[in-house]
C-alpha cells in the first residue's frame, strides 16, 4: 500500500515514517492514503469543526469520496496525544502510532465501533496488523 506521509508539526518524525511504512508494508490495497500529522491544537480545532467537539483528540479519518482520486482517504494524527496517551497506556510511542494509523485505516475501510460487535471486528484486525509490525499490546 502506498502511504503517503506529511508533517504539519516541528516534531522530527524520520524514526515515525519508517514506522509508518513498516505497519503498512504488508497490506495489500490498490488505492493510496494519505497520514498526516498535526498538532495538538489542529486537531482540537478539526474535532471542533468536523465533529462539534470541543476537545483534542488523537485521530481522524476522512474517507475520500472522489472516485477519480486513488486514495482511500486522509488519516490525521496528533503526535503530542500519542505521546500522552502512550505513557497513560504503559506503552510505548511506536505502539501508539502505530494503532492510531491502523485505527485510522480501517475506519476509512468502512470499520467502526459503535456497537460491540463491531469494536469486536475492529480490535481484532487493529491488533492482527499491529502484530505483524510487531507491535503488541501492553499488559498494562
Known sequence: MKVNIHNQTNEDIKDVIKLVR???????????????????????????????????????SFVNDDASI???????????QAHLQAKDLGHSFEREVGFLAVHGYLHLKG??????E????????????????????SSK
Open 22 to 60: 513498516k505497519v503498512f508494508k504488508p497490506i495489500k490495497e490498490k488505492l493510496s492514503m494519505e497520514v498526516v500529522f498535526i498538532t495538538q491544537d489542529a486537531i482540537h480545532e478539526m474535532n471542533k469543526n468536523f465533529r462539534q467537539i470541543d476537545r483534542p483528540t488523537d485521530v481522524l
Open 118 to 137: 463491531e469494536e469486536k471486528e475492529m480490535t481484532f484486525m487493529q491488533e492482527k496488523i499491529l502484530e505483524k509490525a510487531k507491535l503488541k499490546r
Open 70 to 80: 486513488k486514495s482511500l482517504g486522509d488519516i490525521f494524527i496528533s503526535l503530542e
Open 111 to 116: 470499520y467502526d465501533h459503535h456497537t460491540p
